[in-house]
């Protein structure tokens, strides 16, 4: 035989043992000779079937509120034009009184029967009741009202009332889902789902202070004060308005006030009876595009509109037209943004506030003091 024959001879028989090795030791010890598995994706966490849970944590802390209030109707008129109704000689009898009777929610956010709301729902109320899931029908009192934030916090007498927990931390972001419950049309205790659309909203004009969370979960008439609860069962915010528009109800746009705002009213309210806050003694509003005309100017801040005469900002030395771009070594971006920290700054606080006067940079120290209850 030549000798690449013998090489491949030796070859093959080498294999052939080998494999046959390799048979026998799979057979012996085949856990050692076990395949890896095959990679698998990252879990990105499968679709929940159903809420239940978090309601049934959550809904026996959602009231429905009755708010009882007399309202005096106009005298009836055939005309509505004056010159018509002087010279008509109709009668036009006298005015009348009547009961109305607004509809809303609110949630027990503490066990000894405090209650959170909005304050449009009890505006004017004489006489508030509460109806519970349970069934039970208890009057409250107003504690205390924010006609600023649209909140109210209400008192149920009694104890070991199921309380709603707030969440913490920042606790809602874009896309979460979300879970609103209330008492929509006076239907009572009523289910809506859907998701965080945006935070942050402000400019819509529902009360002085606005920093909203957005959400297409149904709010209707009814829901107001109630609760708007994360998937874990948790209060992430007040209901407070659906959007409405020229051409009746937007679909999937409506507003909560968030959980971390609403505690801190109550705990204010709870307090003192009202929410402190610090002022400047001063309106504004978002700069002009031209107050910034480059980079190296700043933040485009507000522009001051009105100074009160004696107040924090006069005694400063700001002035109407003044450019505030930064509070307390920190960029202002709109109105809404210095709104919001002028309030939660305490009154007495020494605040260094810095911008532009005719385009000519100044910095200033103002001394805040505290807010003017509005009358409610």
């Known amino acids: 035989m030549s000798r690449p024959l013998r090489v491949l001879a030796f070859l093959l028989q080498f294999a052939t043992i080998g494999l046959a090795l390799a048979f026998v030791l799979t057979r012996l010890f085949p856990d050692r000779f076990a395949a890896a598995p095959a990679a698998t994706p990252p879990h990105v966490g499968a679709a929940v079937a159903s809420y239940a849970d978090a309601v049934a944590r959550t809904a026996p802390s959602v009231v429905n509120i009755y708010a009882n209030r007399v309202v005096t109707q106009p005298a009836w008129r055939i005309f509505s034009d004056p010159v018509f109704q002087r010279f008509s000689r109709m009668p036009y009898g006298p005015a009348r009184r009547r009961l109305e009777q607004s509809l809303g929610s609110g949630v027990i956010v503490r066990d000894d029967g405090y209650v959170i709301t909005n304050y449009h729902v009890i505006a004017g109320a004489e006489d508030i009741f509460l109806g519970l899931q349970d069934g039970r029908v208890a009057p409250a009192n107003v504690i205390g009202a924010d006609a600023e934030s649209d909140l109210a916090v209400l008192k149920i007498d009694g104890a070991n009332f199921p309380a709603m927990g707030f969440a913490q931390g920042e606790s809602v972001r874009v896309g979460d889902v979300v879970l609103a419950i209330g008492n929509p049309v006076n239907l009572g205790h009523t289910v809506t789902m859907g998701i965080v659309s945006a935070t942050g909203r402000s400019n819509l004009n529902l009360s002085r202070f606005e920093d909203f969370i957005q959400t297409d979960a149904a709010i209707n008439e009814g829901n107001s004060g109630g609760a708007l609860v994360n998937t874990a069962g948790e209060l992430v915010g007040i209901n407070t308005a659906a959007a409405i528009t020229r051409v009746g109800q937007a679909q999937g746009i409506s507003f909560a006030i968030p959980a971390a705002a609403a505690r801190r009213v109550l705990d204010e309210i709870i ?75 305490a009154p007495g606080s020494v605040i260094e506030i810095s911008g532009q006067r005719g385009g000519v940079p100044f910095s200033v120290n103002v001394t805040l003091v505290q807010r003017p209850r509005p009358q409610t």
Do not use: F
């Open 271 to 345: 307090d003192h009876g009202y929410v402190v806050r610090g002022w400047l003694g001063a309106e504004y509003a978002d700069a002009a595009v031209s107050a910034a005309p480059t980079a190296a100017a700043g933040p485009r801040g507000v522009q001051l509109v009105a100074v009160l005469p004696s107040g924090p900002a006069d005694t400063a030395g700001l002035r109407p037209g003044d450019v505030l771009q930064r509070y307390a070594n920190a960029d202002i971006e709109d109105e809404a943004d210095l709104r919001s920290r002028e309030a939660a700054s």
